[in-house]
């Protein structure tokens, strides 16, 4: 039984294996209501497929984000973009829609993230964190729970994926570099798209501004390795994730929505 409305922010790659997920039966509790992306046709092509492939059903693409809003889904699944999720997350739980999130960076700025903390308690809705191309908040969290703890976050990727970047040249394709150390806070300045992941992790850990975060361009590697370090004086975590590409990512969502409503929860 589809007891929850949703709405997608952002309809692109990603948006297309949660799309996947909805017609393919792995997200029974759900509705796609609506869609939004700033390329209109994007919207529409998400629409369609699910509109297609469920006769009967009706998801409407629309041209604004106050237009997604006005459909008061009950989530709203954000796929876009750090700046997008700025832009609409307040008015989105203040009109009673929770959020599913992996543009996580836009949380690393301290008064954004508190006043997204106090706008979803006042208003009985949640923002929920997917794990994206990482995952293990749960031991970061109940390890950074225990008492003073460190954590460290390390990633590996190839020099194409810098490409559009302020950090890259040509000498990354022949030569190993550590592009960026720093801490999560700078490292989504840096990469505002990029480092979603080292925000999560910090904001499960020790903060944006207390991780130790280091990025490492491999001539030749494909995908991304990321590895965390957490640590108090009673319990050590590491964490390795490999994404030949950000698909794990869609799946995270997948995996968040099926746990909001499941009875059994991980
Ligand atoms: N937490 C994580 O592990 C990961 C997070 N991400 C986040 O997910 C986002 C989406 O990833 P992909 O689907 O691969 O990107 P994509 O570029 O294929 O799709 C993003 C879509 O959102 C649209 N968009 C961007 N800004 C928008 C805005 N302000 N309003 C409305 N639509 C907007 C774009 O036009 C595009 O169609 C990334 O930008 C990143 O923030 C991506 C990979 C991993
Ligand atoms: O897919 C990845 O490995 C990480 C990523 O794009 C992000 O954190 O935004």
Same mark, same amino acid.
């Given at each position: 039984?589809?007891n929850?409305?949703?709405?997608?922010?952002?309809?692109?790659?990603?948006?297309?294996?949660?799309?996947?997920?909805?017609?393919?039966?792995?997200?029974?509790?759900?509705?796609?209501?609506?869609? &939004?992306?700033?390329?209109?046709?994007k919207? @529409?092509?998400?629409?369609?497929? *699910?509109?297609?492939?469920n006769?009967?059903?009706?998801c409407?693409?629309?041209?604004?984000? @106050?237009d997604?809003?006005?459909?008061?889904?009950? &989530?709203?699944?954000e796929?876009a973009?750090?700046?997008?999720?700025?832009?609409?997350?307040l008015?989105?739980?203040?009109?009673?829609?929770?959020?599913?999130?992996?543009?996580?960076?836009?949380?690393?700025?301290?008064?954004?993230?508190e006043?997204?903390?106090?706008?979803?308690?006042?208003?009985?809705?949640r923002?929920?964190?997917a794990?994206?191309?990482?995952g293990?908040?749960?031991?970061?969290?109940t390890?950074s729970?225990?008492?003073?703890?460190?954590?460290?976050?390390?990633?590996?990727?190839?020099?194409?994926?810098?490409?559009?970047?302020?950090? &890259?040249n @040509?000498?990354?394709?022949?030569?190993?570099?550590?592009v960026? @150390?720093g801490?999560?806070?700078?490292?989504?300045?840096?990469?505002?798209?990029k *480092?979603?992941?080292?925000v999560?992790?910090?904001?499960?850990?020790?903060?944006?501004?207390?991780?130790? *975060?280091?990025?490492?361009?491999?001539?030749?590697f494909?995908g991304?390795?990321?590895?965390?370090?957490?640590?108090?004086?009673?319990?050590?975590a590491?964490?390795?994730?490999?994404?030949?590409?950000?698909?794990?990512?869609?799946?995270?969502?997948?995996?968040?929505?099926?746990?909001?409503?499941?009875?059994?929860?991980?």
């Open positions: 039984m589809k929850k409305t949703l709405a997608i922010v952002g309809c692109g790659k990603l948006a297309q294996i949660v799309a996947d997920a909805l017609t393919s039966g792995l997200l029974p509790d759900y509705q796609l209501i609506g869609t &939004y992306s700033r390329t209109f046709d919207a @529409e092509a998400i629409a369609q497929h *699910v509109n297609q492939s006769p009967g059903y009706t409407t693409p629309v041209r604004t984000m @106050e997604l809003l006005a459909m008061k889904a009950d &989530y709203i699944v796929m973009s750090p700046a997008a999720l700025r832009d609409f997350a008015d989105a739980l203040q009109n009673g829609s929770s959020i599913v999130t992996l543009s996580i960076g836009a949380l690393a700025d301290a008064q954004f993230y006043k997204i903390r106090t706008t979803a308690r006042e208003n009985n809705t923002v929920h964190l794990s994206g191309s990482i293990g908040f749960d031991v970061m969290r390890i729970l225990m008492g003073d703890s460190s954590a460290s976050f390390r990633t590996e990727k190839g020099p194409d994926s810098l490409k559009d970047t302020s950090v &890259y @040509e000498s990354l394709q022949t030569e190993q570099r550590t960026m @150390e801490n999560a806070a700078e490292a989504i300045e840096l990469f505002p798209t *480092v979603n992941v080292a999560a992790a910090s904001l499960a850990t020790t903060g944006p501004k207390n991780i130790d *975060v280091a990025i490492t361009s491999i001539p030749g494909v991304d390795t990321h590895r965390i370090h957490v640590e108090n004086d009673q319990a050590h590491r964490i390795e994730v490999y994404g030949k590409t950000s698909d794990i990512a869609g799946w995270s969502v997948v995996n968040t929505l099926r746990n909001i409503t499941a009875p059994i929860v991980f």
